[in-house]
């Protein structure tokens, strides 16, 4: 690892991997997620001077910040293992008036294992209620963050601009489909919201449904657009994109009825 790497960070943190931050193929994708978006909410309440990362409007309403998209680059998914030693450098930076973004390396026993990138806007329900209904406003108070420094995002930004509108294009694709519908007791948050940290969750479930072999693969890649939230009940369905010659990648799309809720690029190792 890089020591240059932790000095330029706002935060480091270690902490020794359990049963709770392991999963079945190494470190667990939704501890990850969680964790480091917990983190990237601390950030953001020091830079407003809160000791609480609790937001709101001027209008005393509850502003979340959620999750536009987020890279996930995992280097060496074997270290990840009970009883290793994990250092987080993390970092947060102004991308737009509007979205903050946080760069995240992850270590395990000295050695580079992930870099995680998070992009967030501050929502909140709108007037009509319902998780379709979500809105962008800016929280209450002075938010004092540098901005992101150029070539910081290895060129995720731009990625993520293309996916936003469209999946990467693939004329030899063989598309299908299967129900992903989220549980509400398990993969809602405090928010009410689908908690965007389990959104690789239901990409999962379509691989296991539709390609069994490619679900036992450890991951080395994600990259997630948001487009969308749903209420508990609504059925979600997942349209899974795969080259017609064998690979470990895949591109997937997660729609509510008519509605985009997320498109999402994977990439797996043998």
Not at 147 to 158: C, I, T
């Amino acid at each position: 690892m890089k020591h240059e790497t932790f000095w330029q960070a706002d935060t480091v943190e270690q902490r020794r991997l359990g049963m709770a931050e392991c999963g079945w193929c190494g470190v667990s994708e939704g501890w990850m997620l969680r964790h480091l978006g917990d983190v990237h909410w601390r950030l953001i309440a020091e830079a407003m001077g809160q000791q609480a990362a609790v937001f709101t409007d001027a209008d005393g309403a509850p502003v979340y910040a959620a999750f536009c998209a987020i890279s996930e680059r995992l280097l060496r998914p074997a270290l990840a293992r009970p009883g290793a030693l994990l250092t987080i450098g993390s970092r947060l930076r102004r991308l737009t008036a509007t979205r903050l973004i946080s760069l995240h390396d992850l270590a395990i026993d000295g050695h580079a294992f992930a870099e995680i990138i998070l992009v967030t806007a501050f929502v909140r329900h709108g007037a009509a209620g319902g998780n379709a209904h979500i809105i962008r406003v800016q929280p209450c108070g002075r938010l004092d963050l540098p901005p992101l420094e150029a070539g910081a995002d290895r060129g995720f930004v731009a990625e993520a601009g293309l996916l936003y509108h469209d999946l990467p294009a693939s004329s030899a694709a063989v598309a299908l489909s299967t129900d992903v519908t989220p549980c509400p007791t398990t993969d809602f948050n405090a928010a009410g919201l689908l908690y965007c940290a389990n959104y690789p969750g239901l990409a999962d479930r379509a691989e296991w449904a539709l390609y069994p072999d490619l679900a036992r693969s450890p991951l080395t890649s994600r990259k997630i657009v948001y487009l969308g939230n749903v209420d508990p009940g609504d059925p979600v369905t997942a349209t899974l994109y795969r080259a017609r010659q064998p690979d470990r990648g895949h591109c997937l799309i997660l729609a509510s009825g008519p509605r985009i809720i997320a498109r999402i690029v994977t990439e797996k190792r043998d």
